[in-house]
């Protein structure tokens, strides 16, 4: 049992954060530098609800796997702060995917029209700042995740 749930967290945490890179540095600025704004956007937005899906599930079999880990591992304080890091990176996913996403495809007809209303580009800007910095807080703690990770399974 430990082993499969030891090779559950670390498919999860694999997944998660190859996702994150893959899209990040890959997809996104490949898209962005391949076709014009407009269908860039579109096409972004397309991918970024599977995007939110695979985070969601991939970070609530992480979070799982990190509490079970929790109750059969020595190292119960780091992974007791992995666990911490694993639900502030699973709620930062969860809001942006359900709160932010949701609004920015509202918003994204509206950045290349005349008549839209004048405040309209700057929410969506502040929109995708917010996503950009909450994708970087999960990179980054998925790295943290990792580092924890490695040192408590290393018994």
């Known amino acids: 049992m430990h ?15 190859g996702e994150v890179v893959f899209f990040s540095f890959v997809v996104a600025p490949a898209i962005f530098s391949t076709f014009p704004v407009v ?66 495809v509202e918003l994204r007809p509206q950045l290349h029209d005349p008549a839209a209303p004048a405040g309209a580009k700057d929410e969506f800007d502040r929109l995708h700042h917010l996503a950009v910095t909450l994708n970087g807080a999960v990179l980054l703690g998925g790295v943290m995740v990792s580092v924890i990770t490695a040192a408590s399974l290393r018994s």
């Open 39 to 104: 269908e860039a956007g579109r096409a972004v937005g397309a991918i970024l609800p599977t995007y939110y899906r695979i985070g969601y599930g991939c970070g609530v079999l992480l979070l799982v796997t990190t509490l079970l880990l929790l109750g059969m591992a020595e190292m119960r304080t780091w992974l007791g702060v992995g666990a911490l890091l694993v639900a502030a990176m699973l709620a930062a996913t969860v809001y942006a995917g359900v709160i932010i996403q949701p609004r920015a």
């Open 3 to 17: 082993m499969f749930v030891r090779w559950l967290h670390l498919i999860a945490l694999i997944v998660w954060l």
